[in-house]
């Protein structure tokens, strides 16, 4: 009897081993397939890694482009007259009564 509980044994024990072999190669396919073709795989990470630099790089240009603005406006504030004077002769086309206007004709 003791040469049979052995081979019982043996038996369980390989097919317990062949189980785990099995279970981890599962999961070593399914960890490749994810990588190569899940929905976020190695080509779509780094696309949205590219993405992504592209929009802080936007992002930091927007951010000095406000920096600018509110220097602007903070200048507008303490000089108004000044940045009044600009917008209406630049915007609006007008001049000063002592200013002369020469045409050019084609």
């Known amino acids: 009897m003791r040469t049979h509980g052995l081979v ?3 038996s369980s024990r390989g097919l317990h081993t062949g189980i785990l072999k ?3 190669l599962f999961v070593f396919f399914i960890t490749i397939y994810n990588l190569f073709f899940g929905q976020f795989n190695i080509f779509r990470t780094l696309e949205l890694k590219k993405s992504l630099m592209e929009i802080e790089s936007k992002k930091a240009q927007v951010e000095k482009e406000n920096i600018k603005l509110e220097k602007l406006l903070n200048s507008i504030d303490t000089n108004p007259e000044y940045y009044r ?3 209406i002769r630049e915007y609006m086309q007008l001049q000063k009564e002592e200013d ?5 004709y084609d």
């Open 22 to 24: 099995l279970f981890f």
């Open 85 to 87: 004077e600009i917008f």
């Open 100 to 104: 002369k206007i020469i045409l050019f």
């Open 8 to 10: 019982e044994r043996k």
